[in-house]
């Protein structure tokens, strides 16, 4: 599966933004999906997930705020980001993973989005 993530840029605090990342003609329900971000010298951590049967999962710190969401007619993953803040700023990458079980462990994902920078500035 390949994978294509965009939407990203540079916003101020509390605004909105959403990423995209497009899978190559593989329904989405097919994978357990996820968002990960890094920021500048810190690890990669799980940002928000949704399972093959639709189930979503997010970062205590992104709840309320940022919503997982797939279209599988158009084979898309979506991470909609509201009231974003400075602390948001990373590069994020989508990710999916056939396996049955799903994970919010980064390593557990076999395919890997090439990440979009999303810059907020105060």
């Known amino acids: 599966v390949q994978l294509q993530a965009f939407g990203g840029g540079l916003v101020q605090a509390g605004v909105s933004l959403r990423l995209s990342c497009a899978a190559s003609g593989r329904t989405l329900v097919m994978y357990n999906s996820g968002w990960f971000r890094q920021a500048p010298g810190k690890e990669r951590e799980f940002v928000a997930g949704?399972?093959?049967?639709?189930?979503?999962d997010y970062l205590d710190s992104v709840k309320g705020r940022f919503t997982i969401a797939r279209d599988n007619a158009k084979i898309t993953l979506y991470l909609q980001m509201n009231s974003l803040k400075p602390e948001d700023t990373a590069v994020y990458y989508c990710?999916?993973?056939?396996?049955?079980?799903?994970?919010?462990?980064?390593?557990?994902?076999?395919?890997w989005g090439q990440g979009t920078l999303v810059t907020v500035s105060s």
């Open positions: 949704m399972s093959r049967s639709g189930s979503t």
């Open positions: 990710a999916v993973d056939g396996r049955i079980r799903y994970s919010r462990v980064a390593d557990y994902y076999d395919y």
